[in-house]
């Protein structure tokens, strides 16, 4: 019993950048899409839990092999993969851009769900304060215990599980819709469908994998920083990044389809179809769910908890992800693995993302639209960012003997396509 006691707290060190990537993919923005999905149409959307798992799998994985093998970001692998400057600027320039923009729509959720479970704290004490402590945070906890905190936080995802077991449906009916895709020729299922695909295949996941993966080379496997060096890569270690992407990718998927069977069966089931952030889809469970005394309050509440914490880990790895992508641009010292005077630069790229999220939610900006734009845009930067992604993964000069299989070039390209088909899709329904 105690030995394996021993292999499982084993088994879960070895888990990384994979399962933070996994759980950061249901960031607050993504689950007030995945709610909207449920609210909309029920367990019309459910089917898209499973079908996006194999390529998320097969996506990040590719990141997380560039990242592992090389020793450095994805930024700087596009950059010398393709020699073109004038791409890559533009990609880091559109990505940093929604980052912010996500990063102050998460801040908004997250302030107004710690209201709802704190109703007397002031909004703007919680904005702040939030924010501070996650800047805190990067800057002055070591790596290890950082990522530590990070793997800890993936357990607020488990919340949406609990809440869905709450509400309860019909579990036949929910496998069905699980295996069975429905689709609707509308507008509106068009545009969901759009969002779900985006939330789910978010780009800044790409670069945050392989750069987190260099981050793991640094020290454990003989290269002084990201970036410089070489890396010595057993079978061993690449079969456990394979284990740990698979399993974060799982759980991303899982707690998609937890969060939509419990919109389904309560804002749908009465008829609240018009939901557009996921702290108004907590305020909303309280009077529908009554499966037993006070199981409105809890819901709420566990709800609430899910989307703080789930905050407090997606928002710096957003911030992180800016930090990364202009390192590899410009060659600054970077990693989180480093104290602040020896990445000066890293950090403050990190600090004044975070802030300028912050700043987003004083400017009466309307961030649920400016969200749907940030979508649009991160779906089309997508594309390119996919093509490259495989072209270095297929590049045996970069990689050696640890490039692309046929299945993973398949689903990749079916991910490139099916992105492209959905992009077009969403223009000739906009506004319709």
């Given at each position: 019993?105690?030995?394996?006691?021993?292999s499982?707290?084993?088994?879960?060190?070895?888990?990384?950048?994979?399962?933070?990537?996994?759980?950061?993919?249901?960031?607050?923005?993504?689950?007030?899409?995945?709610?909207?999905?449920?609210?909309?149409?029920?367990?019309?959307?459910?089917?898209?839990?499973?079908?996006?798992?194999?390529?998320?799998?097969?996506?990040?994985?590719?990141?997380?092999?560039?990242?592992?093998?090389?020793?450095?970001?994805l930024?700087?692998?596009?950059?010398k993969?393709?020699?073109?400057?004038?791409?890559?600027?533009?990609?880091?320039?559109?990505l940093?851009?929604?980052?912010?923009?996500?990063?102050g729509?998460?801040i908004?959720?997250?302030s107004?769900?710690?209201?709802?479970?704190?109703?007397?704290?002031?909004?703007?004490?919680?904005?702040?304060?939030?924010?501070?402590?996650?800047?805190?945070?990067?800057?002055?906890?070591?790596?290890?215990?950082?990522?530590?905190?990070?793997?800890?936080?993936?357990?607020?995802?488990?919340?949406?599980?609990?809440?869905?077991?709450?509400?309860?449906?019909?579990?036949n009916?929910?496998?069905?819709?699980?295996?069975?895709?429905?689709?609707?020729?509308?507008?509106?299922?068009?545009?969901?469908?759009?969002?779900?695909?985006?939330a789910?295949?978010?780009?800044?996941?790409?670069?945050?994998?392989?750069?987190?993966?260099?981050?793991?080379?640094?020290?454990?496997?003989?290269?002084?920083?990201?970036g410089?060096?070489?890396p010595?890569?057993?079978?061993?270690v690449?079969?456990?990044?394979?284990?740990?992407?698979a399993?974060?990718?799982?759980?991303s998927?899982s707690?998609?389809?937890f969060?939509i069977?419990?919109?389904a069966?309560?804002?749908?089931?009465?008829?609240?179809?018009?939901?557009?952030?996921?702290?108004?889809?907590?305020?909303?469970?309280?009077?529908?769910?009554?499966?037993?005394?006070?199981?409105?309050v809890?819901?709420?509440?566990?709800?609430?908890?899910?989307?703080?914490?789930?905050?407090?880990?997606?928002i710096?790895?957003?911030?992180?992800?800016?930090?990364y992508?202009?390192?590899?641009?410009?060659g600054?010292?970077?990693?989180?693995?480093?104290?602040?005077?020896?990445?000066?630069?890293?950090?403050?790229?990190?600090?004044?993302?975070?802030?300028?999220?912050?700043?987003?939610?004083?400017?009466?900006?309307?961030?649920?639209?400016?969200l749907?734009?940030?979508?649009?845009?991160?779906?089309?930067?997508?594309?390119?960012?996919?093509?490259?992604?495989?072209?270095?993964?297929?590049?045996?000069?970069?990689?050696?003997?640890?490039?692309?299989?046929?299945?993973?070039?398949?689903i990749?390209?079916?991910?490139?396509?099916?992105?492209?088909?959905?992009?077009?899709?969403?223009f000739?329904?906009?506004?319709?």
């Amino acid at each position: 019993m105690s030995s394996c006691l021993r292999s499982f707290k084993k088994f879960l060190k070895s888990l990384g950048p994979g399962i933070i990537s996994g759980a950061a993919d249901d960031d607050p923005s993504a689950i007030a899409t995945f709610s909207q999905a449920g609210a909309q149409f029920g367990f019309g959307l459910l089917w898209t839990a499973i079908y996006l798992y194999p390529m998320l799998i097969v996506i990040q994985e590719m990141c997380a092999r560039i990242g592992l093998i090389t020793g450095g970001g994805l930024a700087a692998a596009i950059q010398k993969k393709y020699n073109r400057k004038s791409f890559v600027y533009t990609i880091a320039s559109v990505l940093i851009i929604a980052n912010v923009v996500t990063i102050g729509a998460d801040i908004a959720a997250i302030s107004a769900s710690i209201h709802l479970v704190l109703p007397k704290v002031p909004m703007v004490f919680v904005i702040v304060s939030y924010t501070a402590l996650i800047i805190a945070a990067e800057i002055l906890i070591p790596y290890k215990r950082y990522v530590k905190i990070l793997k800890f936080l993936c357990i607020s995802l488990f919340a949406y599980a609990i809440t869905a077991i709450i509400v309860g449906g019909s579990w036949n009916q929910i496998l069905i819709a699980s295996i069975i895709p429905h689709i609707e020729f509308s507008s509106s299922y068009a545009a969901l469908l759009v969002a779900v695909f985006g939330a789910s295949l978010s780009p800044y996941l790409y670069f945050w994998q392989a750069s987190g993966e260099a981050e793991e080379d640094v020290g454990k496997y003989n290269i002084e920083e990201i970036g410089k060096g070489k890396p010595r890569i057993t079978r061993n270690v690449f079969r456990l990044m394979k284990e740990d992407v698979a399993i974060g990718m799982a759980i991303s998927r899982s707690i998609a389809w937890f969060i939509i069977i419990s919109t389904a069966g309560t804002l749908h089931a009465n008829g609240i179809t018009d939901i557009h952030t996921a702290d108004q889809v907590a305020k909303a469970l309280e009077p529908l769910v009554q499966v037993f005394p006070f199981a409105g309050v809890i819901s709420k509440t566990i709800f609430a908890i899910g989307i703080i914490g789930v905050g407090l880990l997606a928002i710096p790895v957003m911030a992180g992800d800016c930090g990364y992508i202009l390192s590899d641009i410009f060659g600054w010292k970077q990693g989180l693995s480093k104290k602040f005077n020896q990445a000066k630069a890293f950090y403050l790229v990190i600090s004044l993302s975070t802030i300028s999220g912050l700043f987003i939610n004083f400017l009466h900006v309307n961030l649920i639209k400016a969200l749907v734009y940030t979508n649009v845009i991160n779906g089309i930067v997508a594309i390119p960012v996919l093509v490259a992604i495989i072209g270095i993964a297929n590049d045996k000069k970069m990689l050696g003997l640890w490039i692309n299989g046929k299945i993973s070039n398949i689903i990749g390209w079916c991910a490139v396509v099916t992105t492209g088909i959905l992009i077009v899709v969403m223009f000739l329904t906009w506004n319709k």
